[in-house]
């Protein structure tokens, strides 16, 4: 019999269980879909088809006689949040990070608080839909969930919850929200009672390599208990556990591409200074206490946005035939800066693509991988310049790294070595975590 970790990775688009003995070879056992639901103009996550997805492979999983699940650990995308009542149990569905009702709120928030001193105490990038801003939209337009909300979790913790019974907000997760002081690693009171949040609302928090709890019995019962362990619970940052820090004696950068692409390296405390604040770079929690010097880019959103548009067409193109489309064209045509915020949601990526002009299916996806090259070049030069020596290579990892054309592009954009990590950092990298927990339990005994 097999003794095996269980990771719940949940992105944007799909969710899957996996099982592994040491995080280097993985298994996937369930794999489930999840997309952005609307709702009379406003978009959610639909958190209990989620749970009953997460249930299911639970269950089956007990089913198996083969390996024994030594703990579980969740992880997601973040900044969305769901609202509990005094008993436990949700308000809403989590509104989703691409819903515009934050369209403007970042701005009219800095009047409360200068945009200055918000960077100062978290170090986050500005992106309007981090849940400062989701909160301050949900306060200004009298979103009755928020405003009755006992109790505040984060996806990933939320459930953590539903698996143990057990309320908590961990580390990696929260300093997504640009309401965690860097720092001090607390969440920052002015900020959210200045966004109409209540600082009571916040559970505990805890760190990766804790134990949140023993998995119900009513959800999966393996015959045996296993813990719910608090790995990196920001999908990001489990995918970031799995890149060295160096490579031939020299500093390492990463670039987790998937629907988002984060460039960015591991520093020993936060980069928070006029620089950084002016390219607005990003400071997140990771493991042992590290931080996540990052810019959030772009992805592989746009091209999976355009494979819809033509899926819906008749056309269906995989992703190696796109690659090999974009390959065939001689003549780039005009590059454009992926992180527009028309990228952000649009009607029609396409249309948003072309811009008025009359291109291929293969013009098209040359065009997007280069200028998404183009972009990974700018944020590489100047994360070169916010650090005290230079970077000797770039980890490329997550589903991204199979695009072997975009890998190219962007190793001759940012002129040191491509190195392809593993496609699927998020999970080893959760694995990784809980593996560490059960080898410290083990010194112990």
Known sequence: MREVYCAI???????????????CKLEEVYRF??????????????????????????????????????SIG?????????FLDGEGRALAWPRAYRDPYTDSRMEEFFSLIPKERIYEKTGIQFLNFNTLYQFYACYKDRYKPFLEAKTYLFVPDYFNYLLTGNLSN????????????????????????????N?????????????????????????????????????????????????????????????????GTVTDQPVINKESAAQNFTNEGGIDGTTRLLKNITGMWITEQCRKEWEAQGKHYEHSTIIEMAESVEHVPDL????????????????????????????????????LARRYGEVFSTLQKLLPEPVGALYIIGGGAKNTLLNRLTEKAIGVPVIIGPTEATAAGNIMVQQRISDKNTTRR
């Open 74 to 82: 969740i992880d997601t995308w973040g900044v969305d949040v769901v």
């Open 9 to 23: 990775d949940m992105g944007a688009t799909s969710g899957r269980i996996i099982i592994s003995e040491d995080g």
């Open 199 to 263: 600082m009571a609302c916040f559970p505990k928090t805890v760190y990766p390599g804790e134990t949140i709890g023993l998995l119900k019995k009513e959800v999966a019962d393996f015959g045996y208990d296993v813990p719910v362990v608090a790995v990196a619970s920001h999908d990001t940052a489990s995918a970031v556990a799995t890149v060295p820090r160096t490579h031939n004696g020299k500093r390492t950068a990463y670039l987790s591409s998937g629907t988002w692409s984060l460039m």
């Open 336 to 371: 454009f800066n992926p992180d527009d915020k028309r990228f952000a949601n649009p009607k029609s990526m396409l249309r948003e693509v072309c811009n008025g002009r009359s291109l291929t299916d293969s013009e098209t996806m040359s065009c997007i991988f280069h200028s």
């Open 170 to 197: 961990e580390y990696t997760i929260l300093s997504t929200s640009q309401m965690l002081n860097a720092r001090a690693k607390t969440i920052d009171r002015e900020l959210t009672e200045a966004a109409g949040g």
């Open 33 to 70: 879909p999840n997309r952005i639901e609307e709702h009379a103009g406003q978009f959610f996550w639909d958190t209990p088809a989620l749970y009953e997805h997460v249930c299911k492979g639970l269950q089956e999983l007990a089913g198996r006689d083969d390996i024994r699940v030594r």
